[in-house]
């Protein structure tokens, strides 16, 4: 049996309008996301908090796996290592300052 599968390479970018926690990414169906790298900038004139989450779908659970008090001006990369994702799962990000957190995802879609 030979099994073919597609992948491709994308981002999502983003602008946070607000202090909820914002969905960036949602992994479709019947695809494996690879996240290699989530590039945040802040653009406040003074520190901002930054948290990153991934909703489990399937488990109907929400994690945090970054957190960091971002200085003015900075740059950072929120993904340390690769960051699977799964069928459902969904990328979110919170900032505790309106527009002023903007960024892209640069990952990889692999469709089974």
Known sequence: MVIINYSWYKNAFFKLATTDLTTVYTCPANTTALIKTIQMTNEHA???TIELFITDTSASITYEFYHEDMSAGTT???AIGTIVLEAGDILKIQSETVDV????????????
């Open 46 to 48: 003074t520190n901002n």
């Open 76 to 78: 950072s990369n929120g």
């Open 101 to 112: 957190v903007e960024g892209t995802v640069s990952l990889v879609e692999i469709d089974f």
